[in-house]
């Protein structure tokens, strides 16, 4: 049952993300994106800190090396972006980031193989990550897969926009999406099957989850947030950070009960 419960798990970001894109234009998505961003980076920095580390933390592990598996993570998850091997961009022409012309040609590559490899690994990563968390408490997977899905919507949304504006086709741009989210199930079979007899694992596997979640909150999202905006738009942006937030915490609260 519990591998059941993380291939829909593994399975639901990629297919929400394709269904979103599928159904609405270019510019009520690049409108959507902007306020998922805020959101995301809200359900991430508290899933990480209010749920997936103080269940790792209450574990019988050291706290030593618990924070020692936490910086080499952060570390980790910063050289995979640097090798481009770990993308989490939601940039877009016309987002307000003031990117030349042509930019999302460049970032699409030759035919969109650069984010499709990207996507990839990060999903993939993504899916051992939601494995770990279910094969710890199913609860805590609920709520992990939860935070992934927050986040995947607005990266995969962002990808097929840099994809349509480079030229590709609708079909072509929704067919590179479905294969980036396919990568997320693949990650969660293999975490499923590779991680589960190694049950002192956990701990450090959800220390690594959360270092992931700290760092794509940190280093991509919340840096998008930091626009000279109107305070309404800087007001919407709180409101929805908070939200993402509070979510997590009640989250956290039913799961402690």
């Known amino acids: 049952m519990t591998l059941l419960y993380i291939v829909l798990a593994t399975a639901a970001g990629g297919l929400l993300s394709v269904a979103i894109a599928a159904s609405l234009t270019v510019g ?27 269940e790792a933390f209450e574990s019988q592990a050291g706290a030593h090396d618990l924070f020692l598996t936490l910086l080499a993570g952060l570390l980790f998850f910063w050289l995979l972006e640097k090798a481009e091997l770990y993308r989490h961009a939601h940039h877009h022409e016309g987002d307000g980031h003031g990117h030349h012309h042509h930019f999302d040609v460049q970032q699409a590559g030759r035919g969109g193989f650069s984010i499709l490899v990207g996507d990839g690994i990060h999903n993939f990563c993504d899916g051992v990550i939601i494995a770990a968390a279910f094969l710890a408490d199913t609860q805590l997977g609920v709520v992990t897969a939860l935070a992934i899905v ?28 479905a294969l980036s ?33 700290i760092y794509v909150a940190v280093a991509d ?8 905006l109107s305070w309404r738009e800087t007001a919407s942006q709180l409101g929805l950070l908070l939200i993402g937030l509070a979510i997590v915490f009640v989250l956290a609260r039913v799961h402690s009960h």
């Open 221 to 228: 999202l919340l840096p998008q947030l930091q626009q000279r």
């Open 181 to 213: 989210g396919a990568a997320a199930v693949l990650g969660g079979v293999a975490g499923y099957f590779a991680v589960g007899p190694f049950e002192t694992l956990f701990p450090y596997l959800l220390v690594v989850a959360s270092s992931s979640f």
């Open 150 to 177: 927050a986040h995947e919507i607005p990266q995969e949304a962002g990808d097929y926009i840099v994809l349509i504006n480079a030229g590709f086709s609708r079909t072509k741009a929704l067919l590179y999406n």
């Open 28 to 54: 009520v998505l690049s409108r959507l994106v902007k306020g998922l961003v805020s959101l995301s980076a809200g359900v991430l920095l508290g899933t990480a800190l209010l749920h997936v580390l103080p």
